[in-house]
């Protein structure tokens, strides 16, 4: 049996190319996932989670518990993005868990108190450094909901096989 590389982007014209924005992907999370088992990353992304609706739950392993279990996380998704390059079910689950990822980091710019300053003045809306760290998780997520458009309709085939 022949193994077929990059599954999802097995359709005609551009889709080809969108294997780029996979291997970016993963290697945005594998670097994250790297970057949240040091000390600085920890204490970073402790005022997120904190104030998160979605994962505060995490603190529930500490400070350098509950970077660990997203840094194992971004592990995780890297490598099914990875083994979606052969399988496009696994490319899938890879996809929808990265706009989960990004969608609730992106939240963080509405939960995280100081991040966004909202008023009636001239300036409406405006975000600090942090903020602007954070906003550009908008542009991760649709990257992930592209490539997670791009892998359903082959791993729903091979789902009702």
Do not use: H
């Not at 022949?2 to 359709?11: D, R």
């Not at 920890?42 to 739950?57: D, E, L, T």
């Not at 996380?73 to 890879?94: D, K, Q, R, V």
């Not at 990257?143 to 892998?151: E, N, P, W």
């Amino acid at each position: 049996m022949k193994a077929e590389f990059n599954v999802a982007e097995a359709g005609n014209g551009s889709y080809r190319l969108l294997a780029i924005l996979r291997w970016v992907m993963v290697t945005i999370f594998v670097s994250f996932g790297m970057q949240k088992f040091t000390p600085q990353s920890a204490q970073g992304i402790a005022q997120f989670i904190s104030n998160s609706p979605f994962i505060s739950w995490l603190s529930l392993f500490g400070l350098r518990g509950e970077a660990y279990v997203l840094g194992v996380t971004e592990f995780a998704i890297g490598a099914l993005l990875i083994a979606g390059a052969f399988n496009p079910l696994m490319s899938a689950l890879g996809a929808f868990m990265g706009v989960v990822t990004f969608a609730v980091t992106f939240s963080f710019f509405f939960t995280t108190p100081g991040v966004v300053t909202w008023s009636l003045s001239t300036d409406p809306m405006a975000w600090n450094l942090t903020g602007e760290f954070l906003f550009k998780d908008i542009v991760l997520l649709c990257v992930c909901v592209v490539l997670l458009l791009a892998s359903l309709p082959e791993a729903m085939g091979r789902v009702r096989e």
